[in-house]
């Protein structure tokens, strides 16, 4: 529905961005407008509150920053960093130093990003009002939501969310995921009741750090409000897969616990069996739906079959959650999905103003106000940008948003108010337009490289790509890719590629099992999707051929708890496109059912790009 309709239907005030639902969106709403129509004053304005606060910290200091607050100091003399560069100084937070190291407000608690480095997981310094920052970009997305969906407050969100037990680090701060600390903090527990943010899982549920209590209890209250959902999510698409997983195991359990009005007695948690009896009665005819639905063998369109009134799914598919969307869209029977925000560990960075795109048109606009922003810029085509910070070539001239050019790429840097000063994030994006004089994004992917046998470099996105590629000729046989991974396997002279792939056979629709030859097939396509460098390489033997190992179904569960019992959150967890940690590359190993070799040299010649 556009704006206008729904806006029509709502009969709000009238805002830039559209009819608000309701007076507390309009203010939202013309917060955006007012943030991104002024966007470099407000960057300049929150790099000076930043520089003012954290100035007489040892890390301003230290480059001669203390009582400067204008922004071309700060660019001549703050060096742009990496996780490393600042390992010290969040090792001494970690061991307990509290002197003002980085930031002079005291850091509160560690974030645990999904990005590692040197294999263990990075930990991001954060202070206390960092959590009302990214509340404030919280309450704007239901606002914007608004304006394209009417009707949402007369009914709930669905929403698969968890937390994880958290560590203390050596000097006592606790390390923890960003949602965990959120969804533990009383922004979120003693939220204030909002019509259209009302979810079925009670927070005990939300709060219970086993997964499989949190779990069966989140969907339990799901199934009891089935015909009230009108919207399904979790953070990433692959955490709402895991529910539909845990729905096909657990189903018989489910409608049990729903025709007694009795909780199983695997939920043990009293908070949770209190929350979940205040809506747990009896109910014969829906624990037969339950079951007359789960038991069919076909499971496509399940999301609307059994909470039919759901209008859209809430989930990031963009990035490396694109390889989802498929199975989503099976799962769905083609709802939209909703991309709402951008955000990470180091800070939260903006949102979709239209949620209801197609994702492959998803593009971000970054709110000023969150922290200051800058770019480095990144030539496709000459690989990763160029190494900032370091002594062997010119330091990198950094961009600012206001300035950033349509059509090109850049790398997210970063300075906080917890005291990140010019960090690089990692994240390639690429400038999609503008909202105001707020430049909005298109999540391009992770800065990385996945695999490499000699001088290739195959990173994320291109090995997407060749998976996609490959897939569609599994298409015809009603086979798709449920999960992927890579291991760049030296053990082989020359080495090779080795994709793991889990499918998912729609038997009961007619599909099944494709021969060998096909799998050879999408090897070869596969390696004619991938990059010259590869190609030329492969056609002088320097790379063996490329090899896929078909995995059992439920594999890449086992690796997801797996990596969850090492401390991995639910929410955040992203399946690895690339494995190089033994233990799993054994379970990997121990799960596949063939293997399957490229049977010629991908075409390659030195015009060809
Ligand atoms: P973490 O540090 O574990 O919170 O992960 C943050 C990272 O997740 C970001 O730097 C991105 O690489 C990725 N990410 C977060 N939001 C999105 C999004 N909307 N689309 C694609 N990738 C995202």
């Known amino acids: 529905m556009a704006p206008t309709e729904a806006a029509a239907a709502a009969k709000g005030r009238v805002t830039a961005l559209g009819v608000a639902a309701c007076e507390r969106d309009a203010e939202k709403l013309e917060f955006i407008e007012e943030k991104t129509k002024n966007f470099d004053a407000e960057q300049a304005r929150v790099l000076a509150e930043i520089l003012a606060r954290n100035g007489g910290a040892e890390y301003l200091r230290r480059h001669g920053m203390e009582g400067r607050t204008d922004r071309a100091a700060f660019k001549a003399r703050v060096p742009v960093v990496t996780y490393e560069d600042l390992r010290p100084e969040i090792e001494r937070i970690a061991n307990g130093d509290r002197s003002s190291i980085i930031s002079s407000h005291p850091i509160t608690e560690f974030l645990t990003s999904s990005g590692t480095s040197a294999g263990e997981r990075k930990l991001m310094p954060t202070i206390e009002d960092e959590l009302d920052r990214r509340q404030m970009l919280y309450s704007l997305l239901m606002p914007v939501m608004n304006l394209y969906v009417p009707g949402l407050d007369k009914g709930k969100g669905l929403y698969f969310l968890f937390i994880k037990s958290e560590t203390k680090t050596p000097g006592g701060l606790p390390a923890r995921p960003v949602l965990t600390s959120y969804y533990k903090s009383d922004h979120f527990k003693h939220r204030p009741y909002d019509p259209y943010n009302v979810y079925t899982s009670p927070t005990a549920a939300i709060l219970c750090t086993d997964s499989f209590q949190s779990m069966y209890a989140q969907m339990l209250c799901g199934l009891l409000a089935r015909t009230e959902v009108l919207r399904v999510g979790a953070v990433f698409a692959s955490g709402l897969l895991r529910a539909i997983r845990f729905l096909q195991l657990h189903w018989k359990e489910l409608a049990h616990d729903i025709r007694t009005g009795t909780l199983s007695a695997r939920v043990t948690e009293p908070s949770i069996r209190a929350a979940v009896g205040e809506v747990l009665a009896p109910d014969g005819a829906l624990a037969d739906f339950v079951e007359a639905e789960c038991a069919k063998d076909s499971w496509e369109g399940v999301i609307t079959r059994v909470w039919p009134n759901t209008k859209y799914l809430d989930v990031i598919v963009t990035g490396a959650m694109a390889q989802y969307i498929p199975t989503l869209r099976y799962y769905s029977g083609g709802l939209p999905m909703a991309c709402t925000m951008y955000a990470s560990s180091e800070c939260y960075f903006g949102l979709n103003l239209r949620p209801m795109c197609d994702p492959s048109e998803v593009s ?188 059992r179904g439920g594999t890449f569960e086992e690796v997801m708890d797996y990596a969850i019992s090492r401390g991995a959150s639910i929410n955040q967890y992203k399946a690895p496109r690339c494995v190089s940690f033994g233990p799993i590359i054994e379970l990997l190993n121990s799960r596949v059912l063939a293997k399957h070799f490229s049977p010629a040299c991908p075409k390659f010649s030195p015009h060809r790009k």
């Open 364 to 551: 971000y606009t970054i709110m000023p106000n969150m922290g200051y922003f800058e770019l480095l810029p990144h030539d496709p085509a000459a690989g990763e940008p160029a190494a900032a910070g370091r002594d062997d070539g010119p330091p990198p001239r950094l961009v600012d948003l206001a300035d950033a050019e349509v059509g090109k790429e850049y790398e997210l840097v970063i300075t906080t108010y917890a005291g990140l000063c010019r960090y690089r994030v990692g994240d390639i994006l690429q400038v999609t337009g503008f909202h105001n004089a707020a430049p909005q994004f298109r999540f391009v992917r992770r800065k990385n490289v996945l695999l490499s046998i000699d001088s290739d470099k195959t990173d994320e996105a291109e090995l997407q790509a060749a998976v996609e590629r490959a897939a569609a000729l599994l298409a015809p046989y009603g086979a798709g890719i449920v999960e992927y991974t890579s291991q760049a396997d030296a053990a082989t002279i020359p080495g090779h590629y080795v994709v793991y792939w889990e499918l998912m056979v729609r038997e009961g629709a007619g599909g099944r099992m494709p021969e060998a030859a096909v799998f050879e097939r999408c090897c070869l396509e596969m390696e004619e999707a991938l990059n010259a460098v590869y190609r030329q390489l492969r056609n002088g033997d320097a790379i063996g051929p490329l090899e896929i190992r078909v995995v």
